[in-house]
């Protein structure tokens, strides 16, 4: 059968398994708008897992060097579209900087004009002008061709890659760079290959100058964010390279790419997997020819000012043998785009970005000279939404379950330790592994998940505190009702039996104190003392049972579980005698009568719960041990000291914290059973010398009464009556010495004293 407990929080762990499955579902559908709404977050969290693990500052890449047309090269060498021949005289003296690879960032489509052509234009349609004069005009036409001049340049340097756009319309401009020489390119028949209907490209003169060529195109998502870069596109059945991989490849001379696919489920299609720069160089990409773009930072490499290189004030060892990219980071080129954690991101870098970490792969696997497993651009697990599903599951599952169980203030801390847990590993593995796995969903779980726990929790939580209010405000301090909401189950409101210590608190002399008062005395009297007693009784986790005329009966250990329910007890015990001293002198100032107390404690197995009638309950403790405490408090009058404890109580202080003095063998009214009593005195960290020596001799002298060696004890007890003549207990053993001759004792005597009146 379902415990009460785990009932009362079957409706929140249901409500929760649903909100677990709906996640589930979530992960997996396909519908457009909770696919879109889920893509959309796991976006924005894609974004914000860069923006905490990406470096303030990042060395440059080693490797690749970024030719900046920036604003000092625009201020310094005009304009842009700059002439033909300082786009000549940047490469010329790139290529004599010894670079591996010269990329351009740039598409070069429309012709420049020729300035001698268009002079020679004008000149024959002047009515007066001389053909010697055009004719000499147009010598100089092939030395004023810009493009032509560009072209011999890209030529005998012999390492240019140019760039060009695909787009969705069906014209074309310019011609095409060639297609990536793919030895296998029958595996990409049927592969979902992004593709393109048409094309901008350079000057015919210009591309087939150049060594080769990679497109630009760097689409952003919806939100207009650049996370993705294609590697391969294709149009009219060709498959083409960007311009990073294509760079990348010239850079490490391979001939030839490699790509690797599957058949589907159904062997319909091909599904691309990644594509191999060479053998030992495998990278994975989406099943579209997709990577997610690996950023290493904003200006992650070294940006060098193309004015600079024109001028040659670069020096050699900065550009020597590296793979170059020439673009823009100037506002008004219109070259900048938005990335996940930057706005204004130059758009070379992005291809610099992708350039360098197949680099730093290839570099990687040579050194090995086996396929490695490093990672180089993030992607989600091989097994991709199974991994996700699994990790929402088991966990919603736990905290499902799990937190209808808490309290607010734990369900709170587990809440965030949990989320803070889990965004932390989320983190890591992007961080150093680039595993992308799911964030906003399974947050968005644990957040309605808390959500409801935390209702249900607060409503039944306010409920149920209000309850023990009512039932034991005035009885147990504040911290227990709290305690004992928190943890229902420790707490006993049912009768049971447990193992418990009782007090009971009485002012000696009361009937006569109350004979001497007006009813307001008296009860302004029992008001001042009550309110201190209780308030100690309280902050030593006590339970007050029932105030009885002056008498005050309380208990430690319910409805609150308490380990320590003797040694609170005991120290409760203390602190109200202490208390009682300070209010004799606030009496006398009031013209009150002095006071005193007498204290009795036991523990034991006792009887707790609401008892009463169907009228009237109170919560109380019953039983023989409850009716020695009330006795050992009446004992106090007759050994004429202020705390009695019982040998329960006093065996329960296995530390010895505090002092005693023993003061006899008795049985009560009542009982037949022999108790050995103790009187209280103080905690051991208050005990004098001579407090400590007289219960040494004390004891002694108990020691010999019981071994009928009444000569001598009668000598220990003698002198200690001499010496602490206000002490009763001295007294009370020379009487029974004197009164009785140990020749007359009976053969069983153990020296019990039984009293009869309560």
């Known amino acids: 059968m ?165 787009k969705n319309s069906g014209d074309n401009i310019g011609k095409l760079g060639p297609p990536a020489p793919i030895k296998n390119v029958a595996a990409l028949q049927g592969v979902n290959i992004i593709s393109k209907r048409g094309y901008t490209g350079n000057l015919p003169a210009l591309q087939s100058a150049a060594l080769s060529a990679g497109f630009l195109n760097n689409e952003s998502d919806d939100d207009g964010v650049s996370r993705r870069y294609s590697l391969i596109l294709e149009r009219g059945g060709q498959y083409y390279p960007s311009l990073a991989l294509e760079a990348v490849r010239q850079h490490f001379f391979e001939e030839v790419l490699e790509v690797k696919s599957y058949k589907d489920l159904q062997d319909r299609y091909n599904i691309l997997e990644g594509i191999f720069l060479n053998k030992s160089n495998f990278i994975p990409t989406h099943s579209n020819g997709t990577v997610l773009v690996p950023y290493r930072g904003y200006r992650g490499f070294r940006y060098v000012s193309a004015s600079d290189v024109i001028n040659r004030i670069t020096p050699p060892e900065v550009l020597r043998n590296k793979l170059v990219f020439v673009g823009t980071s100037a506002t008004g080129l219109s070259d900048l785009v938005t ?114 726990s935390f209702a249900h929790g607060y409503l039944f939580e306010s409920r149920n505190r209000s309850r023990l209010k009512d039932m034991f405000g005035q009885y147990v301090p504040p911290e227990l009702v709290d305690e004992m909401s928190d943890n229902p189950s420790g707490t006993g409101f049912e009768g049971e039996r447990r193992e418990l210590t009782v007090l009971f608190s009485d002012i000696r002399g009361f009937t006569s104190i109350s004979e001497t008062l007006n009813p307001k005395e008296l009860k302004d009297l029992l008001n001042q003392f009550f309110t201190p007693m209780t308030e100690i009784i309280f902050n030593n986790r ?127 009214k009542g009982k037949t059973e022999a108790v050995a009593i103790f009187e209280l005195i103080c905690q051991q960290d208050a005990i004098s010398d001579s407090l400590r020596d007289e219960l040494g001799k004390h004891l002694r002298a108990l020691e010999l009464y019981y071994k009928r060696e009444w000569l001598e004890a009668s000598e220990i007890f003698s002198g200690l009556r001499s010496q602490y003549p206000g002490t009763l207990i001295y007294e009370i053993f020379l009487d029974r010495i004197h009164q009785t001759s140990v020749d007359e004792l009976p053969e069983d005597w153990d020296g019990v004293y039984e009293h009869k009146a309560k």
């Open 2 to 166: 379902l415990s009460k407990h785990f009932k009362r929080r079957l409706a929140p762990i249901l409500m929760n398994l649903l909100i677990v499955g709906f996640s589930l579902f979530t992960l997996l559908t396909e519908d457009n708008l909770l696919a879109t709404l889920r893509d959309r977050a796991e976006s924005i969290i894609y974004d914000l897992r860069y923006i905490v693990i990406t470096p303030k500052k990042v060395s440059p890449h080693e490797d690749i060097v970024i030719i900046d047309i920036d604003e000092k090269s625009l201020t310094e060498q005009g304009r842009w579209p700059w002439p033909r021949a300082r786009l000549a005289s940047l490469v010329a003296q790139l290529a004599q900087y010894e670079t591996t690879v010269i990329a351009l960032d740039i598409v070069l489509a429309e012709p420049e004009k020729n300035i001698a052509r268009k002079i020679a234009r004008s000149l024959e349609k002047l009515p007066d002008s001389s053909k010697a004069a055009i004719t000499q005009v147009e010598r100089l036409i092939p030395s004023m061709d810009g493009d032509k001049a560009l072209a011999d340049i890209i030529s005998s340097s012999g390492n240019v890659l140019l760039g060009y756009y695909f």
């Open 339 to 452: 990335i996940p954690i930057t706005k204004d991101f130059p758009g070379v870098e992005v291809h610099a970005n992708v350039a360098a970490a197949l680099v730093d792969q290839y570099t990687h696997k040579s050194t090995s000279g086996e396929v490695s497993s490093i990672r180089i651009f993030p992607s989600t697990p091989s097994l991709g939404d199974s991994v996700d599903f699994a990790i929402s599951l088991v966990l919603g599952l736990l905290v499902a379950i799990l937190f209808p169980t808490l309290n607010p203030a734990r369900l709170i801390f587990y809440f965030l330790s949990v989320i803070l847990l889990f965004i932390l590993i989320n983190i890591w593995f992007f961080d150093r592994e680039l595993l992308i796995l799911a964030l906003a969903t399974p947050l968005a779980m644990l957040c309605l998940i808390a959500l409801v």
């Open 542 to 668: 006590g339970t007050i049972d029932k105030y009885v005329g002056d008498m005050i009966m309380c208990f430690w250990g319910a409805p609150v579980s308490d380990p320590q329910h003797a040694i609170n007890g005991m120290k409760a015990a203390l602190q109200m005698v202490h208390k009682v001293e300070d209010l004799k002198q606030a009496f006398t100032r009031l013209g009150l009568p002095e006071i005193d107390v007498g204290i009795g404690l036991n523990s034991g197995n006792m009887n707790v719960g609401n008892m009463g009638s169907e009228f009237r309950r109170a919560y109380t403790v019953i039983g023989d041990e409850v009716n020695l405490g009330s006795r050992l408090e009446s004992l106090t009058r007759f050994y004429d000291v202020d705390i009695i404890v019982g040998e329960n109580t006093r065996q329960l202080d296995t530390d010895d914290l505090f002092v005693y003095r023993q003061l006899d063998k008795v049985t009560v």
